[in-house]
T-cell receptor, first 116, second 115 residues
């Protein structure tokens, strides 16, 4: 079974630009999550998508946005990039479970974004 | 207050020995799940083990076991018979029923296995 895939692997942008990161979940998983892992800040929850809808959002400004497609893949868009957006962006997926605490999130390899 | 606390920034263990990585958590939600992930230098987060707040038994997965002490709000990961490939960052994470699927992570413990 293929795992979560993310593209691109690495990305270099300049301040003020826009970037789109992509994620394909494990087959059969309907939920996609995005996390940011910035140096010194640890892993922080960004967004949760399920069945094409944004279900939950972390404490990030509106320039972080995304969407989920009918095939459950997802995009994360970051507008007006700032230096502090430099981070590893991790995507995870899970099944639609009956209990919100048991659904294990499986992560992809991440996209490393550098903002100059 | 920190929801997940990992007090060991770095740990060393000799190959083939067992090691315990500490994790304490803070929640008022009666229903929650605790997860451990491994992050090698490549960056990918690898799921290791899960413990539910209502589970009566400690979780085990191969060489990994979770020492769950609910009253003390601790969920320590025990790795038996350490291998060189176990060298990585280890994160404890929690999801509360009321958190809308959001995982909250600790700051991690960097484990180095010595030959």
């Amino acid at each position: 079974e293929a795992g979560v895939t993310q593209s691109p692997t690495h990305l270099i942008k300049t301040r003020g630009q826009q970037v789109t990161l992509r994620c394909s979940p494990i087959s059969g998983h309907t939920s996609v999550y995005w996390y940011q892992q910035a140096l010194g800040l640890g892993l922080q929850f960004l967004l949760w998508y399920d069945e094409g809808e944004e279900r939950n959002r972390g404490n990030f400004p509106p320039r972080f946005s995304g969407r989920q497609f009918p095939n459950y893949s997802s995009e994360l868009n970051v507008n007006a990039l700032e230096l502090e957006d430099s981070a590893l962006y991790l995507c995870a997926s899970s099944r639609r479970g009956t209990s919100g605490v048991t659904d294990t999130q499986y992560f992809g390899p991440g996209t490393r974004l550098t903002v100059l | 207050a920190q929801k997940i606390t990992q007090t060991q920034p770095g740990m060393f263990v000799q190959e083939k020995e067992a090691v315990t990585l500490d994790c304490t958590y803070d929640t008022s939600d009666p229903s929650y799940g605790l997860f451990w992930y491994k992050q090698p230098s490549s960056g990918e987060m690898i799921f290791l083990i899960y413990q539910g707040s209502y589970d009566q038994q400690n979780a085990t997965e191969g060489r990994y076991s979770l020492n769950f002490q609910k009253a003390r709000k601790s969920a320590n990961l025990v790795i038996s018979a350490s291998q060189l490939g176990d060298s990585a960052m280890y994160f404890c994470a929690m999801r509360e029923l009321g958190s809308a699927r959001q995982l909250t992570f600790g700051s991690g413990t960097q484990l180095t296995v010595l030959p």
